[in-house]
């Protein structure tokens, strides 16, 4: 375990930490071992910890616990949720932290002899009835999934899940890797297998370059054979991680990056998700948990890093935009310049790269054959495409801007979540339809979850005001706004589209009579320029057309006005029945059927808007920003 661990480390430095239930026998030694190597710890306990104490069965264990519970390097701390169900005792209990640890963790251990009292093929189709959250079930459900082993009550009673995971689940949960440990009683044959490791992924790994494994294919369990060196671990498990996992090391480096380099824009943008706490010093009594909300975040560290992580990758995001596509386009208003904002952005070069071009080739064409408008022809274009590869595709503003705006969102949800007393995991719920090169997002907000969720389970009182101030209402005046601004550009790069082609249609039209008036040829007699003039403009027409036609299909205007509609109508609808059930609370303070209403409609809440960014993320990679060269 001790080589393992140190392999894992030396593979993601800085990165890694782990997940434990500080349970007696393996799960402490492996707790007490990644202490030693300097590994944080996060402690999750199946109920609450005087409870669990006294599960075990010495005071050997109670003991253990308690110094790893305590210890100053555990990071993070909580005890899951009662599971209100009659006749169950304490099996919903495990059998919740146990799905719990499959969809949490990144890489699940399992110390293990691999045998299963209660297989699937024993209980056809039915859900578990023995051993419910043991280590057999654990994996099961990580392998073969939740539907066929998990029985809907425990999901029903439970806080921190929404749902089970459908029967037909595309998303991928993770490798495991099981170190063979028999028990006690085991035979000296079983014995002498102790140790033996074993591997078994659903993901891709770098030497597949993004193919993902076949879950039919048998066996999908690999036997890995290696000295008991750490290097040598480091080397073979090296080659079965998943690129995943490396995406989301660069995210974090990249995001500790941001931070270092851009504090004063980290900090603008966390005022984005909750306003820093007011000077109470100063400031009048104010009754609203809308008033309190800014405070309680301030008090709550885990909160707090949620905010941060979101300002960071908020930042990023919008410093690539800037990049990419900038403040300004056609119809849209021209900002006032400020820090970390660009007003034109490569997609106005690119853009504006097609009717420069036009104009040097046409000009060229008819008047004089001059190499130095052939040249800016060839030029404009070559800059446009070197820029292009150099720059935009090199350094991945397209990807920057669109991966980390994903996981900013995602990061609202989840910490509005954590601040409404919901300890659901959002990578539970997002990206669970989109693999592939959008997968390692839903991956990566696996640990932010934890910090989150920690956060619910031990909030006391609940901001409603503050939430549906600054989420619910902030979000619906967001996206009314952006709907103002984006209709107003869409009318404008159409209206200036229909302009041009009315006045191609009109130079065309006006050449032809000229012509045929004429005898089908303009006459000597008339000036160069006069004779040669309509041929540039109906070449160069078409092509300042394209320039207002690339804004409008880059920037999706017509896409976001459709989209962003429906989520300004969700979040006018989710105001409406917040202040009805906040109404409610008042007139009934402390009603547990209002206040799980309430709870429930920032789920659905959180949901719509996962899937609304879902949509947007796929709608923009479906057309990337390049140099158009048609």
């Not at 799905?99 to 009292?117: C, E």
Request: aromatic share 8%.
């Amino acid at each position: 375990m001790r080589d393992i661990l140190s392999a894992l480390s030396s593979l993601y430095p800085d990165n890694l930490c782990v997940l434990s239930a500080l349970a007696e026998g393996a799960d402490q030694m492996v707790a007490e071992t990644a202490l030693e190597l300097g590994l944080p710890l996060v402690c999750v306990l199946p109920m609450d910890r005087v409870a669990y104490r006294a599960t075990m069965t010495d005071d050997d264990a109670r003991r253990r616990m308690d110094a790893l519970y305590d210890h100053p390097r555990t990071a993070l701390r909580f005890a899951l949720p009662p599971v209100e169900a009659p006749d169950q005792g304490d099996v919903l209990q495990y059998e919740q932290l146990g799905v719990f640890l499959a969809r949490q963790s990144h890489i699940l251990l399992a110390l293990w002899d691999g045998t299963d009292p209660d297989p699937r093929s024993r209980r056809n189709a039915r859900p578990r009835s023995e051993k419910r959250g043991g280590t057999a079930h654990v994996v099961s459900i990580r392998t073969s999934g939740e539907f066929g082993d998990v029985g809907v009550d425990m999901f029903r009673a439970s806080r921190i899940f929404s749902s089970r995971l459908p029967r037909l689940e595309l998303a991928r949960c993770g490798p495991i890797l099981q170190i063979n440990t028999p028990r006690a009683t085991a035979t000296q044959d079983a014995v002498a297998q102790a140790g033996n490791v074993r591997w078994w992924s659903d993901l891709s790994t770098e030497q597949a370059g993004g193919k993902l494994p076949d879950l039919r294919a048998e066996p999908l369990w690999e036997t890995l054979t290696v000295q008991s060196l750490a290097r040598t671990w480091a080397e073979i498990l090296r080659a079965r991680m998943p690129p995943d996992f490396r995406f989301i090391c660069e995210a974090r480096a990249a995001l500790a990056e941001i931070r270092a380099s851009a504090p004063h824009l980290c900090h603008e943008s966390a005022g984005y998700l909750m306003p820093a706490p007011p000077d109470v010093s100063s400031s009048k009594p104010k009754e609203a948990s809308g008033a309190e909300a800014p405070g309680l975040v301030a008090q709550d560290p885990n909160l707090g890093r949620v905010r941060d992580i979101f300002a960071a990758a908020d930042t990023l995001s919008s410093q690539s935009q800037q990049f990419l596509l900038g403040d300004w386009a056609p119809g849209l208003p021209w900002k006032r310049s400020a820090p970390g904002r660009t007003r034109l952005g490569s997609l106005f070069w690119f853009a504006a790269a097609v009717p420069l071009s036009a104009i040097c080739f046409e000009v060229y064409c008819e008047f004089g054959k001059n190499p130095a408008l052939l040249a800016g022809y060839a030029g404009i274009l070559a800059l446009a495409t070197g820029f292009y590869w150099l720059r935009v595709r090199r350094r991945q503003w397209q990807n920057l801007y669109q991966d980390h705006r994903a996981l900013a969102e995602a990061l609202r949800v989840q910490f509005f979540w954590g601040l409404s007393g919901v300890p659901v995991s959002v990578s539970d719920n997002y990206m669970r339809q989109h693999e592939g090169e959008l997968g390692w997002i839903r991956l990566a907000l696996r640990g932010p979850s934890l910090l989150a969720m920690a956060s619910a389970l031990r909030r006391t009182a609940v901001p409603r005001q503050g939430v549906r101030q600054h989420w619910i209402e902030d979000q619906r005046i967001y996206f009314d706004r952006r709907i103002r601004q984006y209709k107003n550009a869409f009318r404008f790069s159409q209206s200036a589209v229909r302009l041009l082609i009315g006045a191609l249609v009109t130079v065309v039209v006006g050449l032809l009579a000229a012509q045929m008036i004429l005898g089908r040829e303009l006459s000597e007699e008339w000036p160069e320029w006069a004779r040669e003039m309509p041929s540039v403009i109906i070449g160069v027409l078409p092509a300042l057309a394209a320039f207002f036609l690339a804004f409008r299909e880059l920037r999706l205007f017509e896409e976001h006005l459709h989209a962003y509609g429906q989520a300004a109508s969700v979040f006018d609808h989710a105001r409406r029945q917040s202040e009805d059930l906040e109404d409610m609370l008042q007139k009934n303070p402390g009603d547990p059927f209002v206040e799980e209403e309430w709870r429930n409609l920032m789920i659905v809440l959180g949901k719509e808007s996962l899937a609304e960014n879902a949509a947007w993320i796929q709608t923009h990679r479906a057309h990337p920003v390049t140099a158009k060269l048609g």
